[in-house]
C-alpha cells in the first residue's frame, strides 16, 4: 500500500470481527478496511462500510491495541476503496466521511 507505512498485521481476527490491515504510520496506528466492488452501480465501496461494520472494526481494534501493548497510542481508521482497477485512500474515513 506504500504511503510510508508499516504493515504490522493482515486479515487480523478475532472473536468478534476481522481488521483487513493494521499499519502503522509512525507511533500512529492504523486500522484499514479494505472494499472490493466491480463497479459503482450500488454505490460507492466505502458506503458497505456502515455502522455495524464500523462498531466491529473498532472493538477489533481495541483488541489489538490491548494484546500488542498499543493502548496509549493513536489509532486512525482508513477505507481502501478498490472498483475497476481504480484505488482511492480514504485516511480517517470514520471522520472524513461523515461517520
Known sequence: MGLG???????YRTRLGEIDLVMQAGELLV???VK???GTRYGAPSEAVNALKRSRIARVATQ???ANGGMERSA?????EVTSGALRHI?????????
Do not use: I, K
Request: charged fraction near 20%; glycine fraction near 6%; hydrophobic fraction near 55%.
Open 76 to 80: 486512525r481508521f482508513d477505507v481502501v
Open 64 to 66: 489489538y491495541m490491548a
Open 31 to 33: 486500522f484499514v478496511e
Open 36 to 38: 472490493l466492488r466491480s
Open 91 to 99: 485516511p480517517g474515513a470514520f471522520d472524513a466521511l461523515g461517520w
Open 5 to 11: 507505512m508499516t504493515v504490522l498485521a493482515r486479515n
